[in-house]
Each structure stands twice: as C-alpha cells, then as structure tokens.
C-alpha cells in the first residue's frame, strides 16, 4: 500500500450523521430493483437510534424537482432523465418509514445535484453548531455518497463514511469507490466505528 495515502484523519469535536438519498424510490419504488439495500436500511436505522439517544444531529437527504426544474432540467438531469420522476411531493421522494426520524435534533435538505452540499446550505447549518465530523451513509457509494465526501472535504469537514451503511447498484463500483474515498477523501468505518465516534460526542 502506498504510504503517501490511507492516512486516518479521525474524528473531530463535534459530529453528525448524514443519511443520503433514502427515499422511496430508491428503496421500494422506481430504482429499487436495481439493488436491496434491506440490511444498509437496518443498520443505518440502528446507527439512527445510536444518534438520538446521545443527541447526534441528523440530517436527512432526498432528490426532488419542482415543476420548474423538472420543465427546464439541470445537467443532471438531461443526463439521467429518469430522475424527472422524483417530484416534490410524491411517493419516491417520501423518506423511508423504515428509518427513524425524530423532529427533535434533525433536519431535511432537498437537494438538486450528487453532492448533499452542492447548492445547499448543508456546510453553514453544520458549521452554526460547529460541526467539524460527518458520519455518511445511504446511496449510492460511488455516486451521492462520494460527491458528497469530496465536496465535504473541500469545505473543511473530517468525512466518514459507514461502509456496512452504504451501498450501489454496481457491486465494483462500491468497492472502488470506498476504496479511493479512504485513499484521498476521508476515513472509510464500519458501523461499530462510528457508534462509538457518536457515544464520544
């Protein structure tokens, strides 16, 4: 292993956890056949619980477009058409009834574009509670989730990534992917890990 990589950052002060694009149509609805994620939803639920019972902020992603954004549609958009379906208010952007939610210490971000933080005000809302650690879970490992780790690293937050609470369509590309977000991004944890980061806190 090249030594010049894979080096640990650790958490910091103060952490959250993030959950990425869980939304019905990507759990049970329109690109659910494309991959289960039944045992990430447990585990990340079980992360969830971890998080309420030591007052760990929650921030919950989901991608919808309003009539307007999906008539004149971003790049993203034009490159993956089918996301025009993912409409404010419908059935495949409602966050699973799996995962907890609690009102009380959480938040929802839509978001229009891969990264949580791109277009969003993810990067001042955590800083306002000083912030410096991201626990990332959800969907899809080499798409959202590590958009979402890079962009996150760029703006000054330790990222970790849960790799037993994310997952892809395609079985390489989550490898590959947590592979290269250790290497460069941030730190790459299991589940364990990161319940004990969020008991620290």
Known sequence: MNTKY???LGPGRKCAI????MQRAYTEGLFETEFRQDKEIETIQKLLQVACR????VIYTLIAFN?????????WLQKIPELT????????????????FEKQNSIIITKKN??????????NQLR????????VTGCTTSGCV????????????????????????????????????????????????????????
């Open 146 to 201: 590590r958009a979402t780790t890079v962009e996150g690293l760029e703006n000054g937050f330790r990222m970790m990534v849960v790799k037993d609470a994310v997952a892809d369509r395609w079985p390489e590309a989550h490898k590959q992917s947590l592979f290269e977000i250790n290497a460069k991004y941030g730190d790459v944890i299991d589940s364990s890990e990161a319940m004990m980061i969020m008991k620290k806190k």
């Open 6 to 8: 894979n080096h640990i």
């Open 18 to 21: 993030l959950v990425s694009d």
């Open 85 to 100: 379906r993912l409409k404010i208010g419908s059935f495949e952007t409602e966050l699973d009834p799996r995962l907890l």
């Open 54 to 57: 030591n007052n760990i902020p």
């Open 128 to 135: 306002c509670q000083e912030i410096d650690t991201v626990i």
């Open 114 to 123: 891969t990264s949580s933080f791109f277009g969003t005000q993810l990067a």
């Open 67 to 75: 009539d307007y954004e999906i008539q004149y549609p971003n790049i």
